[in-house]
């Protein structure tokens, strides 16, 4: 792999937040699955800034250790909720 010398890049990675109710707060989670790292913050804003201190000190460290730095995510995905009707069932339960 080719190492470039004090040039800035632009590194697109996929992150996904969700909320989870803490008591009575609300945190948001934050996964970036491509590099495995995992964090949380007090709001969205939060939430995103402390990952890309986290990805860029990580990507750093995989730089500097002559590591293999993971193929960068593609622009291509969508990340979405949908509903499914679940009928003719009397009662179920949620894990």
Do not use: W
Request: aromatic content about 8%; some cysteine; charged content about 25%.
């Amino acid at each position: 792999m080719k190492r470039s010398s004090n040039h800035h890049h632009i590194l697109s990675y996929r992150v996904i937040i969700e909320p989870e109710k803490v008591k009575q707060k609300t945190i948001y989670n934050v996964y970036c699955p491509t590099l495995g790292l995992v964090d949380y913050g007090n709001n969205l804003q939060g939430a995103l800034r402390r990952m890309k201190k986290l990805m860029k000190f990580h990507l750093e460290c995989l730089i500097d250790e002559s590591k293999t730095v993971p193929a960068l995510d593609k622009d291509e995905s969508f990340v979405g909720m949908t509903s499914v009707n679940i009928s003719g069932r009397s009662s179920f339960a949620f894990g």
